[in-house]
């Protein structure tokens, strides 16, 4: 997509490219050595990417975040992904960022936890599992279909950006 | 640890130091109440099971749905798990994002790992957390942004790319760009591609994260020097946070 920034790579400094991965230094970085982790091919949200790729690309992220270790001598690092505008995506493009972290850098990824009862909880809990029987037993007989609802949902709300 | 006194405190330290690695791991599952809880000796609300790991729900959740996925081995930080059982941690986690987007009617999600205490993390065990979104649901794992030079990103650039290419065993194709930061008589003498070998060669022994590690003078002929550089360093181009 020639409008989409992350593959222009308009705003982002390229460090390297690497199977189906360009590695690139935002330009507005969180903090100096943040790393996206951006797919050459375009796709928006991370239930288009095959399984395998998918879990591929944590393998990388992993080691991305060695290297920032090293390098920087980082004290921690985070690996974040969001997946839809209301998880902070900003271009309907997958990204993983690789964030390396040190004492009072300034950073807060720190939620506030919600308190939920003990029946909201096993609601959910229940909902959940039915939702993950539903998902994995009809793989095992034909192959995957993807789900249409939620993701064409997510994707409507994506191509909403400007 | 709260209600021990500073003598247990120095004798538990004292018996850790002397202890092999294989014990420290045995200790560490002992005092590890995720390993209580894949071991079925602690209660959590489990939503997923396989063999290698197991996803249960947050009982602190930043939403309704908030998921933690464990690998049943217990590891302290991600750098130690084998890249095969990451790859499957990291399919397994898109499996629950998956579920979590139809089965709570979620908006998007987040994937979420914090190494290190620094990074967010709070438990010994190695976790991915899996968190569904709603719009305005105010959870703060926002990005900052702010705003670096062209020279300080060349200058990050430089200084972090040959560790990444290394850890990811891929060549390098361009060499990175020299900054007005080294000195102009080494970047004359200095021809560009001399930087690969020599960064990788210090690779080879790989530094270990020195927490607290007190900020070092820098001479200015070290320049040059890559590991001379650190966070904090790089950290201070932005004049403080
Ligand atoms: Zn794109
Ligand atoms: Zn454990």
Redesign the interface.
């Known amino acids: 997509m020639t409008d989409c920034k992350l593959c222009s790579l308009e705003e982002y ?1 390229k ?4 199977e189906e991965i360009t ?1 690139a ?9 943040h ?1 996206l982790m951006i797919p050459k091919q375009h796709v928006a949200i ?2 288009q ?1 095959p ?2 790729e ?36 900003k271009d309907p493009h997958v990204c993983v ?1 690789v ?16 308190t ?1 009862n003990e029946e ?3 609601t ?2 229940l ?6 029987t539903v ?2 037993k009809p793989k095992e007989v034909e192959p995957p279909k993807p ?1 249409k ?3 064409d ?2 994707l409507k ?1 994506l191509h909403r950006i400007p | 640890m709260a209600d021990m006194s500073p003598e247990q405190v120095e004798e538990l330290k004292e018996k850790l130091k002397n202890m092999s690695p294989e014990e420290l791991r045995e200790f560490q599952k002992k005092q590890c109440i995720f390993c209580h809880i894949v071991a079925g000796r602690a209660q959590a609300k489990k939503v997923y099971e396989d063999e290698h790991c197991i996803g249960i729900l947050d009982i602190n959740p930043a939403n309704p749905g908030h998921v933690l996925l464990l690998p049943k081995e217990h590891y302290a930080i991600m750098p130690q798990i084998p890249d095969k059982e990451i790859m499957h941690l990291g399919i397994t986690a898109k499996k629950l994002s998956h579920a979590l987007l139809r089965a709570l009617h979620a908006d998007g999600t987040n994937i979420f790992i914090a190494n290190g205490v620094v990074a967010g993390q709070k438990a010994q065990h190695f976790m991915i957390h899996i968190i569904p979104r709603k719009e305005h649901d105010e959870v703060g794992i926002d990005i900052p942004e702010k705003l670096l030079s062209k020279q300080q990103l060349q200058q990050v650039k430089q200084h972090i790319l040959p560790s990444i290419a290394k850890s990811l065993g891929a060549r390098l194709q361009e060499q990175p760009v020299a900054v007005e930061q080294v000195s102009p008589k080494e970047q004359s003498a200095v021809p560009a591609p001399r930087h690969e070998p020599r960064e990788v060669v210090i690779e080879d022994t790989p530094r270990k994260a020195q927490p607290k590690a007190p900020k070092k003078e820098h001479p200015k002929k070290d320049q040059t020097k890559d590991e001379d550089v650190t966070l904090d360093d790089i950290a201070d181009l932005l004049g403080g946070s």
Do not use: C
Not at chain 1, 15 to 18: A, P
Not at chain 1, 101 to 113: C, I, M, Q, S
Not at chain 1, 127 to 132: P, T
């Open positions: 400094l460090l390297i490219e690497h590695y230094q935002p330009h507005k970085p969180a903090i100096p050595g790393v991370i239930e990417i399984d395998e998918f879990g591929k690309m944590m393998v990388q992220a992993n080691k991305v975040s060695m290297a920032l270790f090293e390098s920087l001598q980082a004290q921690g690092t985070n690996i974040i992904i969001q997946n839809g505008i209301s998880a902070g995506q960022h964030i390396p972290r040190r004492e009072e850098d300034g950073l807060n990824f720190l939620w506030v936890p919600k939920l909201e909880m096993s959910i809990e909902r959940i599992k039915e939702n993950l998902q994995l789900e609802v939620t993701d949902y997510l709300q």
